[in-house]
């Protein structure tokens, strides 16, 4: 079965640290561009990091120099580290699939999303 | 910062059609993506490059693009479609790489 599956969510204090994981199966993970996108409950989505085949990363101003994207390909694994965590990082992280286009107009976009895991960061 | 503008919300009754809008000044020279995301649920694609479907996606969903504003069509509305939908772009110079629009909630009367 083609699927993405997120581990590593919970509660953390102000300042403190994180290590998520996500877990594909049923594809070549190692074909692929991965994302991280977040979500804060009762909000709307937002983009956290991306990760290219060839491992080059990619971060909004938001979590940049905070957050960290790898992979290892040999394990079928994402992973997002999460460091000087604030409030506001609080919410449902999800794992994605993207694929790009490339042409003139062409981007990233997500077709497989795993179920996501809960970050929650508070005193 | 780019943003993605839709209405925070949309009501139809069932059998009618339903319309939601994205607007963003790159959208003439990016391609949008919309996904669907029910309570509790991940997001999932419907509509990718403005216009184009998924497989197992259902024929009532489609998407078009003008100028800078994209919509997505769901014409003969079901309960099941009740949902949040998000658009999805980038701007154009490559500073905003993934950009979503805040959400529009249809809500099926």
């Known amino acids: 079965e083609v699927q993405l599956v997120e581990s590593g969510g919970g509660l953390v204090q102000p300042g403190g640290s994180l290590r998520l994981s996500c877990a594909a199966s049923?594809?070549?993970?190692?074909?692929?561009?991965m994302h991280w996108v977040r979500q804060a409950t009762g909000k709307g989505l937002e983009w956290v990091s991306a990760i290219g085949t060839a491992g080059d990363t990619y971060y909004p101003g938001s979590v940049k120099g905070r957050f960290t994207i790898s992979r290892e390909n040999a394990k079928n694994s994402l992973y997002l580290q999460m460091n000087s965590l604030r409030a506001g990082d609080t919410a449902v992280y999800y794992c994605a699939r993207a694929l790009y286009y490339y042409d003139s107009r062409g981007g990233w976009y997500f077709d497989l999303w795993g179920r996501g895991t809960l970050v929650t960061v508070s005193s | 910062s780019y943003e993605l503008t839709q209405p925070p919300s949309v009501s139809v009754s069932p059998g009618q059609t339903a319309r939601i809008t994205c607007s963003g000044d790159?959208?003439?020279?990016?391609?949008a993506y919309w996904y669907q995301q029910k309570p509790g649920q991940a997001p999932v694609l419907v509509i990718y490059?403005?216009?184009e479907r998924p497989s197992g996606i259902p024929e009532r969903f489609s998407g078009s693009s003008s100028g800078t504003t994209v919509t997505l069509t769901i014409s003969g509305v079901q309960a099941e479609d009740e949902a949040d939908y998000y658009c999805q772009s980038a701007d154009s110079s490559g500073t905003y790489r993934v950009v979503f629009g805040g959400g529009t909630k249809l809500t099926v009367l």
């Open positions: 790159a959208l003439p020279k990016q391609y």
């Open positions: 490059k403005d216009s």
């Open positions: 049923g594809f070549t993970f190692s074909s692929y561009d």
